[in-house]
């Protein structure tokens, strides 16, 4: 079977745009695809964390792929910094990507914004690391939102670039799963829908947490923006918030865009937001309870991480001994 990679930062609260811009994909793609989840908590370190909620965040993430259908018999999940072959490559591949390639990285440019008192190297290096995840697993298919196209197309210029240079295929060059807009490649943030909806957002009401109760579920979406007019239709440029609440409610109901607009014909922008915060509740109540099932055995999430972290490790170390000996290192 092709080789699957994807990862989340443990940052933030678990929300509703990560989960279908990419858990929900993975689960769909276990069977078809030899598939690693990581939870990278390398990449939640380029902005300050508070260790013990680092810790606490790291394990009720994983818990939360699990709860969502990632099946660990199917599937390695393991936690990023339990391989060290992750950072070993990272600074192979910082040593081969130019300063400029890295610079015209929006994710960075956003972040420094957004973090101005801490714009360390390691938030500029971020995409580096992402490649030398990807590329450590010799991955053909990496499902993420849409928000990660760019630095995937940096990690393929990368492969390419070791290919070239070696004059064989060191790394394969992995393809991007990104669903489009309507499908939930870029859910909208619920207070400002123009811009994406972000875990780690400091105003809550932005974004629906995976485990957010059944009250500030429906709270929030009664609070979303909505557009000016009246009508519910899906029309990106004019009505952003309405389209963004439709796109979730599609996802979630498994119905198609058009089929939503038709259920709502006639009625107000406020049902909307009703029946969708109902849709949730009911959608995300199975996921919850067994959320509090996993995360209570820690005997059992401690066993997965175990198993994912050695299976992950013999598939990393093969590449990166390839790698050391090819530019040259003395292998031991
Ligand atoms: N709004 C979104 N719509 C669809 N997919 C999204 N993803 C993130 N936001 C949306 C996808 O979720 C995965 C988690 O990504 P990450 O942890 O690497 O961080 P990120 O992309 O920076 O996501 P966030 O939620 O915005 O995290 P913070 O706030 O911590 O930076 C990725 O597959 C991402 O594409």
Known sequence: KPILFSGIQ????????NYIGSIKNWVKLQ??????????NMHAITVEQNPQDLIKRSLDFVALYLASGIDPQKSTVFIQSQV????????????????????????????????????????????????????????ELVPVGA?????????????HRFN???????????????APATSGGRIMSLQDPTSKM????????????????????????????TDSGEVIEYDLDNKPGVSNLLTIYSVISGK????????????????LKVELGELIVEYLAPIQQRFYQIREDEAYLNAVLKTGAENARTQAQKTLRDVQHTIGFVLP
């Not at 070696?166 to 393809?175: A, D």
Request: overall charge negative.
């Open 84 to 139: 060290p072959e992750h950072a070993e490559l990272a600074w192979i591949l910082n040593c081969a990507t130019y300063m400029g390639e890295l610079n015209r990285m929006t994710q960075f440019k956003d972040k420094s914004q957004k973090h101005e008192h801490n714009i360390n190297a390691g938030l500029f290096n971020y995409p580096v690391l992402m490649a030398a995840d990807i590329l450590l697993y010799q991955t």
């Open 198 to 225: 972000s875990k780690s957002d400091s105003n809550k009401n932005n974004f629906i947490a995976l485990l957010d109760d059944p009250k500030t579920i429906l709270k929030k979406c009664k609070k979303a923006v």
């Open 147 to 159: 928000d990660q196209k760019q630095h995937l197309e940096l990690t393929r210029d990368l492969a």
């Open 256 to 271: 198609t865009i058009e089929q939503v607009v038709q259920h709502f014909e006639g009625k107000m922008y406020g049902h």
């Open 31 to 40: 069977d078809d695809y030899q598939c690693l989840f990581s939870l990278v």
């Open 10 to 17: 443990p940052s933030g609260d678990l929300m509703l745009g």
């Open 164 to 178: 070239n240079r070696f004059e064989r295929e060191i790394f394969k060059i992995p393809e991007p799963f990104i």
